[in-house]
């Protein structure tokens, strides 16, 4: 997990200026249109993103109403999520914190969406042992 | 996984994005056909799983992908009801070169059409094994 904590802190650098791209232009809008209709906006509803990188999709969760945390392994994106998500002045219902989703530690059933965009590729077990 | 479903209360959805590796796979192909063997060898490895695809040389970060039927089975494998699978990126990477789909300042119209094609393919379930990614939509039963 070190490797990819180090990807994406490198990463966090350009990651604001990648993401105006057409490819991730284009994945956004996809990701958000199936995304959007199951975001709760109850005040006490609980959404987690793992691996929420630069708080891309935090933001437009939370302005839906319900409280989000974001969890990342990367110092470096979690620092540009504090400032984008104070830039909208939404501290107060979104949390970050930095650490390794495989090991969250919440109760059993706390969240009413799980939002997971990419991460699961830096998991997935494979036949190879790298 | 299990953790991730542990933390989620029951009926609440889960909605996650993987790699697919049968776009991975063509992707190493190159688009103006001039097979070698070491291309094509790659393309098998990567499809086999016996290599990974790689997201980048520096720091090296590898890709790990998943078919469509893999996918759905690690979800109903975990206790999760599949309710939708979706594509995203069917043009991009197999038939749009990384110079076009890195833009930042893609001309308004041509973004728009490609949007409205690839918003057009999102809405086929079949087109899920064409996805340069793959969302699911699931929920804890």
């Known amino acids: ?130 | 996984m299990s953790e991730l479903v542990r933390v989620l209360k029951r009926n609440a959805r889960i909605i996650l994005s993987a790699q697919n590796r049968l776009v991975q796979t063509m992707a190493h192909l190159p688009g103006d056909p001039t097979p070698n063997p070491e291309i094509l060898q790659k393309a098998y490895n990567v499809l086999q799983r016996q290599e990974h695809s790689m997201l980048s040389q520096e720091p090296p970060i590898k890709i790990h992908t998943i078919t469509p039927d893999e996918f759905r089975s690690l979800l109903e494998r975990n206790g999760l009801e599949i309710e939708r699978m979706v594509s995203k990126g069917v043009t991009m990477p197999l038939r749009f070169g990384q110079e076009f789909m890195m833009k930042a300042d893609t001309q308004a119209e041509l973004f728009s059409n490609v949007l409205k094609l690839e918003l057009a393919f999102s809405e086929l379930s079949d087109s899920v094994a064409l996805g340069g990614h793959i969302q699911a939509i699931a929920r804890k039963k």
């Open chain 1, 1 to 130: 997990m070190d490797s990819v904590g180090s990807y994406y802190d490198k990463k966090s650098e350009t990651y604001e200026n990648i993401r105006q791209s057409l490819v991730f232009r284009v994945y956004d809008a996809i990701t958000w249109k199936y995304l959007e209709p199951y975001v709760p906006t109850g005040v006490d509803s609980f959404v987690l993103d793992a691996g929420g990188g630069n708080g891309r999709w935090v933001i437009p969760m939370a302005k839906k109403g319900c409280r989000v945390v974001l969890v990342d392994i990367s110092e470096g994106m979690l620092n540009f999520a504090k400032s984008n998500v104070a830039a909208e002045g939404l501290q107060d219902r979104i949390e970050i914190r930095k650490g390794d989703v495989r090991k969250l530690d919440y109760r059993d059933e706390t969240f009413d969406l799980f939002f997971f965009r990419t991460t699961l590729s830096s998991f997935l077990r494979t036949k190879m042992n790298w």
